[in-house]
């Protein structure tokens, strides 16, 4: 699964970089890394595992880079901010923003735009931002019951498997506290309605990204004092059950995630 920040990351180095060099599209524009598939490889051998391939390769991690928790990337939430310019520039400052959520890193894009915007003057308030995940795991929602910047949890099976994540980011329950947001945890069940109610609407969503209006059908009904967005993330392409073929296991070692890298191409 290619992941919107590695994208973007991959086509400004592209643009930007020495027109000279060859910048290889595989793996970050071409169907993801098949050796640290994200929803196979476990987040305690994938981090390591990253760690070691972009520094035998010479190359730059833009996902976490610390073990006790996900921190991300600097640059990824620069990117994501930007989604709190467009909604502002088509809305002003909505009410609530429901975001599926899994470490929270789009959640603190969202917020910091929103925040920056407050700062320079052009409003004088943010939205609330719910943090919406599912109900087998959400780290982020224990760290905000346990008052911890970050916490890890157990996590159980869910088609959800975008944002079934075991632990959380500061940076998610910082944008949740600020904002005077909340956490809700949705059921696949909920999630699948949610999925099914866009695709009436002619939107086909992947099960995760209809967490954010799973979120909203399943929270409180309340007032809101403007209009609520629910953001929704990718297609439904990337569900588990689309597009099934045969592809090679994912590998959690060095030595065979090093031969499979090296026989793609990569040096």
Known sequence: MTSPPTASLATAQRSLGDPGRRYPLWPPLTGGCPATSTEEVPVEARWPLTRRIADHFGLHPVSNL??????????????????????HAELGVPAAVFVPTGYGELLFGIHKGFAELRRLGVTDRVPRLIACGPATGGPLTAALRQGLPATWVEVGPTEAYGINCPVGGYRGVVAV?????RSVLVTDEQARAAQAELGRAGLWAELSAAVG???????PREEFDGPVVCVSTSAGFKDQGAGRGPREAPVAEWEAARARLLAAGLR
């Open 213 to 219: 209006l799973a979120g909203l059908r399943a929270a």
């Open 66 to 87: 610390t073990p006790q928790a996900h921190t991300g990337h600097a640059f990824g939430a620069e990117g994501y901010k930007t989604v709190a310019y467009e909604l």
């Open 177 to 181: 506290r600020e904002s005077g947001g």
